[in-house]
């Protein structure tokens, strides 16, 4: 539980990065996001991750290996895209090709960096 638990607060923390670095999504109403909402937000992100996602990797496969992999942002924007959406203006992305892929790496790198200093142990 706790390992799950530590995932949601890495999933929360990239998208708090991603809404600071990226100028087209934001999070929250104004310049603030409470800790509940961006906490909430993280936990949608991380169920469409874990089971739409493998969906839409298996029906898009084709197009992962003609462009050698570089579909996986495509797919990486409309999750977010799609948390954007579920979320009901909580998590607001202006531009689903540049600003969604772009916040797509930005949580991708931020979640990769932070998952280091979790140890895998159960």
Do not use: H
Not at 12 to 17: E, I, R
Not at 18 to 29: C, H, M, S, W
């Amino acid at each position: 539980m706790s390992k799950l638990l530590i995932r949601l607060i890495i999933n929360a923390a990239a998208l708090w990065v991603a809404a600071q670095i990226v100028p087209g999504i934001y999070l929250g109403e104004g310049a603030t996001v409470s800790a509940v909402s961006l906490l909430l937000v993280a936990l949608i992100f991380g169920l469409i991750n874990a089971l739409i996602k493998p969906i839409v990797k298996l029906v898009t496969c084709p197009a992962y290996i003609l462009t050698l992999g570089l579909f996986t942002f495509v797919v990486n924007a409309a999750m977010l895209q799609l948390t954007a959406i579920i979320s009901d203006g909580v998590l607001r992305i202006d531009a689903f090709f540049w600003d969604a892929i772009l916040g797509g790496v930005v949580i991708s790198i931020v979640s990769t960096l932070l998952s280091v200093f979790v140890s895998e142990d159960d």
